[in-house]
Protein backbone atom coordinates (compact mmCIF):
# COMPACT_ATOMS: atom_id res chain seq x y z
CA UNK A 1 0.00 0.00 0.00
CA UNK A 2 1.25 3.69 -1.06
CA UNK A 3 -0.93 4.86 1.90
CA UNK A 4 -1.80 8.67 0.60
CA UNK A 5 0.26 10.44 -1.81
CA UNK A 6 0.54 14.11 -2.85
CA UNK A 7 1.82 15.59 -5.77
CA UNK A 8 3.75 17.85 -6.07
CA UNK A 9 6.48 17.98 -3.07
CA UNK A 10 7.15 21.61 -4.02
CA UNK A 11 5.98 24.11 -5.81
CA UNK A 12 6.17 27.99 -6.42
CA UNK A 13 3.67 30.26 -8.41
CA UNK A 14 3.19 33.61 -8.94
CA UNK A 15 0.39 35.59 -7.55
CA UNK A 16 -2.69 34.98 -9.84
CA UNK A 17 -1.74 31.52 -10.90
CA UNK A 18 -4.04 28.71 -10.40
CA UNK A 19 -2.86 24.98 -10.09
CA UNK A 20 -3.74 21.62 -8.37
CA UNK A 21 -2.63 19.82 -5.84
CA UNK A 22 -2.83 16.25 -6.04
CA UNK A 23 -4.12 13.88 -3.28
CA UNK A 24 -4.49 10.29 -3.77
CA UNK A 25 -5.27 7.18 -1.10
CA UNK A 26 -5.65 3.43 -1.86
CA UNK A 27 -6.93 2.59 1.41
CA UNK A 28 -10.24 2.70 0.40
CA UNK A 29 -10.86 5.80 2.69
CA UNK A 30 -14.45 7.45 2.54
CA UNK A 31 -13.11 10.36 5.01
CA UNK A 32 -10.25 12.59 3.31
CA UNK A 33 -9.43 16.27 4.11
CA UNK A 34 -6.72 19.01 3.30
CA UNK A 35 -4.76 20.86 5.72
CA UNK A 36 -2.62 24.42 5.29
CA UNK A 37 0.25 24.36 8.09
CA UNK A 38 1.39 27.45 9.01
CA UNK A 39 4.05 28.36 11.68
CA UNK A 40 2.92 28.62 15.09
CA UNK A 41 -0.67 27.84 14.14
CA UNK A 42 -0.66 24.26 13.74
CA UNK A 43 -2.82 22.93 11.41
CA UNK A 44 -6.19 24.42 9.95
CA UNK A 45 -8.37 22.32 8.06
CA UNK A 46 -9.45 24.14 4.70
CA UNK A 47 -11.98 21.31 2.61
CA UNK A 48 -12.95 17.85 3.57
CA UNK A 49 -15.13 14.81 2.34
CA UNK A 50 -16.74 12.06 3.05
CA UNK A 51 -16.98 10.29 0.61
CA UNK A 52 -17.59 10.48 -3.36
CA UNK A 53 -19.73 13.21 -4.33
CA UNK A 54 -19.60 14.86 -1.16
CA UNK A 55 -17.43 17.79 0.17
CA UNK A 56 -18.39 20.24 2.71
CA UNK A 57 -15.94 23.00 3.85
CA UNK A 58 -13.56 23.57 6.73
CA UNK A 59 -11.96 26.77 8.71
CA UNK A 60 -10.26 28.01 5.92
CA UNK A 61 -11.84 27.25 2.54
CA UNK A 62 -11.66 31.08 0.76
CA UNK A 63 -9.28 30.91 -1.86
CA UNK A 64 -9.30 26.89 -2.43
CA UNK A 65 -11.87 24.19 -4.74
CA UNK A 66 -12.55 20.80 -4.12
CA UNK A 67 -13.96 17.90 -5.80
CA UNK A 68 -14.67 14.24 -4.85
CA UNK A 69 -15.55 12.47 -8.26
CA UNK A 70 -13.46 8.76 -6.93
CA UNK A 71 -13.27 7.08 -3.38
CA UNK A 72 -9.21 7.56 -4.24
CA UNK A 73 -8.78 11.05 -5.31
CA UNK A 74 -8.96 14.69 -3.62
CA UNK A 75 -7.74 17.23 -5.18
CA UNK A 76 -7.08 21.17 -3.80
CA UNK A 77 -7.35 23.64 -6.47
CA UNK A 78 -6.23 27.01 -5.83
CA UNK A 79 -7.75 29.38 -8.26
CA UNK A 80 -5.62 32.50 -8.04
CA UNK A 81 -2.95 32.25 -6.04
CA UNK A 82 -2.25 34.81 -3.41
CA UNK A 83 1.37 35.06 -1.15
CA UNK A 84 -0.95 34.67 1.93
CA UNK A 85 -1.63 30.87 0.42
CA UNK A 86 1.65 30.12 0.81
CA UNK A 87 2.54 27.47 3.24
CA UNK A 88 2.48 23.38 3.75
CA UNK A 89 -0.41 21.42 2.45
CA UNK A 90 -1.05 18.40 4.15
CA UNK A 91 -4.05 15.78 2.36
CA UNK A 92 -5.13 12.86 4.83
CA UNK A 93 -7.65 10.17 4.67
CA UNK A 94 -9.22 8.28 7.44
CA UNK A 95 -11.86 5.70 7.72
CA UNK A 96 -15.42 7.02 9.29
CA UNK A 97 -17.52 4.99 11.75
CA UNK A 98 -20.91 6.18 13.03
CA UNK A 99 -19.75 8.75 15.31
CA UNK A 100 -17.29 10.81 13.06
CA UNK A 101 -13.49 9.35 12.27
CA UNK A 102 -10.80 6.97 12.83
CA UNK A 103 -6.95 7.98 12.63
CA UNK A 104 -6.52 9.88 10.08
CA UNK A 105 -3.33 9.11 7.63
CA UNK A 106 -1.27 11.97 6.41
CA UNK A 107 0.24 12.27 3.14
CA UNK A 108 4.29 13.96 3.20
CA UNK A 109 3.18 17.38 2.39
CA UNK A 110 3.53 19.84 -0.53
CA UNK A 111 5.32 23.26 -0.04
CA UNK A 112 4.04 26.33 -1.83
CA UNK A 113 4.93 29.60 -2.05
CA UNK A 114 3.54 32.42 -4.04
CA UNK A 115 5.63 35.51 -5.27
CA UNK B 1 -17.27 26.42 17.61
CA UNK B 2 -14.52 24.22 19.07
CA UNK B 3 -11.11 25.13 20.11
CA UNK B 4 -7.79 23.42 21.33
CA UNK B 5 -5.06 25.15 23.17
CA UNK B 6 -2.07 24.22 24.06
CA UNK B 7 -0.47 26.98 26.22
CA UNK B 8 3.09 25.71 25.95
CA UNK B 9 4.71 26.66 22.76
CA UNK B 10 8.09 24.83 23.32
CA UNK B 11 9.95 22.50 26.29
CA UNK B 12 13.50 21.88 26.31
CA UNK B 13 14.57 18.92 28.68
CA UNK B 14 18.10 16.73 29.35
CA UNK B 15 17.37 13.44 28.05
CA UNK B 16 15.94 11.16 30.62
CA UNK B 17 13.57 13.59 32.45
CA UNK B 18 9.95 13.26 32.13
CA UNK B 19 8.05 15.85 30.02
CA UNK B 20 4.11 16.74 30.40
CA UNK B 21 2.30 18.72 27.27
CA UNK B 22 -0.49 20.04 28.37
CA UNK B 23 -3.87 20.41 26.17
CA UNK B 24 -6.75 22.01 26.78
CA UNK B 25 -10.00 22.07 24.67
CA UNK B 26 -13.55 23.25 24.18
CA UNK B 27 -16.74 22.46 22.76
CA UNK B 28 -20.32 21.96 23.27
CA UNK B 29 -20.77 18.48 22.11
CA UNK B 30 -21.20 15.59 24.21
CA UNK B 31 -19.49 13.16 21.56
CA UNK B 32 -16.33 14.07 20.54
CA UNK B 33 -12.48 12.44 20.00
CA UNK B 34 -9.52 13.44 21.08
CA UNK B 35 -6.02 12.67 19.19
CA UNK B 36 -2.01 13.40 19.59
CA UNK B 37 -0.28 13.58 16.65
CA UNK B 38 4.16 13.93 16.10
CA UNK B 39 5.70 15.54 13.91
CA UNK B 40 9.30 15.12 14.11
CA UNK B 41 12.15 17.03 12.27
CA UNK B 42 11.70 15.64 9.02
CA UNK B 43 7.72 16.93 8.83
CA UNK B 44 5.78 13.82 8.43
CA UNK B 45 2.54 13.42 10.90
CA UNK B 46 2.91 10.62 12.94
CA UNK B 47 -0.47 9.50 15.12
CA UNK B 48 0.08 8.43 18.61
CA UNK B 49 -3.59 7.89 20.34
CA UNK B 50 -7.30 8.43 19.65
CA UNK B 51 -9.72 8.82 22.59
CA UNK B 52 -13.47 9.35 22.83
CA UNK B 53 -15.08 11.48 25.07
CA UNK B 54 -17.01 8.17 26.40
CA UNK B 55 -13.51 7.07 27.61
CA UNK B 56 -12.19 8.35 30.64
CA UNK B 57 -9.31 5.72 31.37
CA UNK B 58 -5.74 6.56 31.33
CA UNK B 59 -3.64 4.67 29.06
CA UNK B 60 0.11 3.83 28.73
CA UNK B 61 2.24 2.90 25.79
CA UNK B 62 5.45 2.30 26.67
CA UNK B 63 6.91 5.67 27.37
CA UNK B 64 3.95 7.37 26.29
CA UNK B 65 0.86 7.91 28.42
CA UNK B 66 -2.26 10.16 28.52
CA UNK B 67 -4.22 11.50 30.86
CA UNK B 68 -7.90 12.41 30.18
CA UNK B 69 -9.49 14.39 32.51
CA UNK B 70 -13.46 15.63 31.01
CA UNK B 71 -14.04 17.68 34.13
CA UNK B 72 -11.11 19.68 33.05
CA UNK B 73 -11.24 19.64 29.33
CA UNK B 74 -7.78 18.39 29.49
CA UNK B 75 -6.04 15.67 27.52
CA UNK B 76 -2.49 15.46 28.73
CA UNK B 77 0.60 13.33 27.08
CA UNK B 78 3.62 12.31 29.15
CA UNK B 79 6.65 11.53 27.35
CA UNK B 80 8.35 9.06 30.38
CA UNK B 81 12.50 8.87 30.32
CA UNK B 82 12.72 11.28 27.21
CA UNK B 83 15.10 10.00 24.55
CA UNK B 84 16.43 12.42 21.67
CA UNK B 85 14.79 10.81 18.85
CA UNK B 86 11.40 12.20 20.87
CA UNK B 87 12.21 16.09 19.89
CA UNK B 88 9.65 17.00 17.72
CA UNK B 89 6.59 19.14 17.55
CA UNK B 90 3.39 17.35 19.51
CA UNK B 91 -0.13 18.65 18.63
CA UNK B 92 -3.13 17.97 19.79
CA UNK B 93 -6.73 17.85 18.17
CA UNK B 94 -10.17 17.70 18.53
CA UNK B 95 -12.74 16.02 16.06
CA UNK B 96 -16.34 16.81 15.82
CA UNK B 97 -19.25 16.47 13.69
CA UNK B 98 -16.14 15.32 10.86
CA UNK B 99 -13.52 18.31 11.07
CA UNK B 100 -10.55 17.74 13.38
CA UNK B 101 -9.60 20.76 14.66
CA UNK B 102 -6.06 21.00 15.88
CA UNK B 103 -3.94 23.03 18.47
CA UNK B 104 -0.76 25.36 17.39
CA UNK B 105 1.84 22.22 18.92
CA UNK B 106 4.69 22.47 21.68
CA UNK B 107 7.80 21.79 20.27
CA UNK B 108 9.62 19.41 22.13
CA UNK B 109 14.03 19.22 21.88
CA UNK B 110 15.33 16.73 24.10
CA UNK B 111 18.83 17.06 24.60
CA UNK B 112 21.61 14.58 24.91
Known amino acids: NAGVTQTPKFQVLKTGQSMTLQCAQDMNHEYMSWYRQDPGMGLRLIHY???????DQGEVPNGYNVSRSTTEDFPLRLLSAAPSQTSVYFC??????????????FGPGTRLTVL | AQKVTQAQTEISVVEKEDVTLDCVYETRDTTYYLFWYKQPPSGELVFLIRRNSFDEQNEISGRYSWNFQKSTSSFNFTITASQVVDSAVYFC?????????FGAGTTVTVRA
Open chain 1, 92 to 105: ASSYTTYAGVGEQF
Open chain 2, 93 to 101: ALHNDYKLS
Open chain 1, 49 to 55: SVGAGIT
